[in-house]
């Protein structure tokens, strides 16, 4: 079992930064592709980015592709979410998320935090 907590999340004017983090307990993350993923009021949840357990491999959404990046320290056993010139539309909760395979796939990650709330006011 793998364990989750993010936090970082908060309330930003549009054009700041935010910087989440997300703590893996249980096991050795590095085993782990690691991913990010939103959902706002009334939305389904969609895929941010994801970072294969080597930190070889990212990918990031088109909708955040040149200001958010993914990141990790295994050593630490963390992931991060970097945010950059935020939009009002990148409100919603933020979800980290582990599995054994790297996808942007939301159903391929078993193991989930409780989220954190990131509010972009314009």
């Known amino acids: 079992q793998v364990q989750l907590v993010e936090s970082g999340g908060g309330l930003v004017q549009a054009g700041g930064s935010l910087r989440l983090s997300c703590v893996a307990s249980g096991r050795t993350l590095s085993g782990y592709a690691m991913a990010w993923f939103r959902q706002a009021p009334g939305k389904e949840r969609e895929f941010v980015a994801a970072?294969?357990?080597?930190?070889?491999?990212?990918a990031h959404a088109d909708s955040v592709k040149g200001r958010f990046t993914i990141s990790r320290d295994n050593v630490k056993n963390m992931g991060y979410l970097q945010m950059n010139s935020l939009k009002p539309e990148d409100t919603a909760v933020y979800y980290c998320?582990?599995?054994?395979?790297?996808?942007?796939?939301?159903?391929?990650?078993?193991?989930w935090g409780q989220g954190t709330q990131v509010t972009v006011s314009s």
């Open positions: 998320a582990a599995g054994e395979r790297y996808s942007l796939r939301a159903t391929l990650y078993a193991y």
């Open positions: 970072i294969a357990g080597s930190g070889g491999f990212t």
